[in-house]
């Protein structure tokens, strides 16, 4: 390739700590805090500066309307499918500044990167920012790429609320996103590739000394809420023979959920409760409901779905047992998806011929790029990140590892761009 690739590590770095400082967490001791949830002034502060960076450079900038940004830069057959790159910017609670952040940022650096080179590429290549990758506000992850993919109808989610029940209509009208939510889909040869770059969330690279993950597949999420409703009343008044304490219930099936999961002996089923909302909530009185959200995922369906399946036994045994009642609502079923050989090919050939180790894996998080299999063909490439950490303000990935990883990358974005 004629073109020179020369990522700017300083003002990459300094672009992921200045993103990092649009955040409402308090400052801790063992990391960067980040607390960015969608359509807040946080993430609206996010995304006005993310756009002046990519306008500064010359790129192409436009939003949808539920707010994906999209940013251009124009091949010399603009007519042609593009070649994408991106990730998300928004964070949950108390994060760290790396999650998702790498994949924008490093996407527009790789951008420049390739302008400042000489390259003029055939395709177009553009990166996009998606909306609400995290579920934390409207109980679902991707959005963004959920609706530009067609895998969630628009009017469902137009309806979905946040919890102080203000739909997604209203808050993203708020924020200035207008329009149908069936105007965010995009048809299946809109683009010719799809490429993100994101840290691992995970362990493997780092303890076996590797500097890239090449992803071939992305795991099956799901997502299920119960309600298990019982019979409270005072703690002191309530006998013990007469209770049916919800929690106790509660605590029952979140066990079950741990046994099943590991009974699978698959090391790529994982399961997780990771909240338990008590009412009434207080010290001295006996729980009458709780609500549990589970997050199953496995890359086989079927394997998944058998954990459901002995899941909802256990249920039926502790609902006679306890007196209680449980209900089950699937919140989302989402299928995995599968890298492009091609792709994969063309990124072991780079890290081939850069002399680059890197260790092909399955992406265990699952990421927009899930849903932007359905209408493209995709890829990852995974960066370490220390000790495995994520979702937490520790969550930390080396520059010399997150400026690799733009290199390669940049390199792959302009191979696809020329095809």
Not at 91 to 109: K, N, Q
Request: aromatic share 4%.
């Amino acid at each position: 390739m004629t073109h020179q690739i020369q990522i700017n590590q300083a003002r990459l770095i300094s672009e992921l700590q200045t993103l990092a400082t649009f955040t409402h967490a308090e400052p801790v001791s063992n990391g960067t805090s980040v607390t960015r949830i969608v359509f807040s002034a946080d993430d609206l502060r996010a995304r006005a500066w993310l756009k002046e960076l990519a306008a500064a450079e010359g790129f192409e900038v436009h939003d949808d309307a539920v707010g994906n940004i999209f940013i251009r830069w124009p091949g010399t057959e603009p007519e042609l499918p593009a070649v994408a790159t991106g990730s998300h910017t928004d964070a949950i609670p108390h994060a760290g500044m790396y999650d998702g952040t790498v994949g924008v940022l490093g996407g527009l650096e790789a951008m420049r990167a390739l302008k400042r080179g000489g390259l003029q590429p055939r395709r177009s290549i553009e990166l996009v920012m998606f909306t609400s990758e995290e579920p934390t506000r409207f109980g679902i992850g991707c959005l963004g790429s959920r609706l530009i993919s067609g895998t969630l109808d628009p009017s469902r989610a137009d309806a979905m609320q946040d919890k102080d029940e203000a739909t997604l209509a209203t808050v993203r009208a708020t924020a200035g996103f207008s329009g149908s939510l069936a105007s965010v889909q995009l048809p299946s040869n809109h683009y010719h590739a799809w490429l993100e770059l994101h840290i691992e969330q995970g362990p493997l690279l780092e303890r076996e000394g590797i500097p890239l993950g090449l992803v071939t597949s992305i795991a099956a999420p799901a997502g299920y809420r119960f309600t298990i409703t019982g019979f409270g009343g005072h703690a002191g008044a309530l006998l013990m023979p007469d209770r049916k304490d919800a929690l106790c219930a509660a605590a029952e099936l979140i066990l079950s959920v741990e046994k099943h999961a590991h009974a699978t002996g698959a090391i790529d089923t994982v399961a997780t409760i990771g909240t338990c909302d008590v009412h009434p909530g207080a010290v001295n009185s006996v729980p009458s409901r709780v609500v549990l959200q589970l997050d199953i995922r496995d890359t086989d369906p079927a394997r998944r779905e058998s954990v459901m399946q002995a899941l909802r036994r256990d249920c039926e045994e502790l609902r006679l047992r306890r007196k209680v009642t449980i209900t089950e609502e699937l919140v989302n079923a989402d299928a995995p998806a599968q890298s492009s050989p091609h792709i994969v090919e063309l990124l072991e050939q780079t890290c081939a011929d850069q002399k680059i180790p890197y260790k092909k894996m399955v992406s265990r998080a699952y990421h927009d790029s899930l849903f932007m299999a359905r209408i493209a063909p995709i890829a990852m490439i995974f960066i370490p990140c220390r000790n495995g950490v994520s979702h937490r303000p520790d969550e930390y990935a080396t520059p010399s590892d997150t400026t690799l990883g733009v290199e390669v990358l940049a390199s792959a974005l302009a191979k696809l761009a020329s095809e």
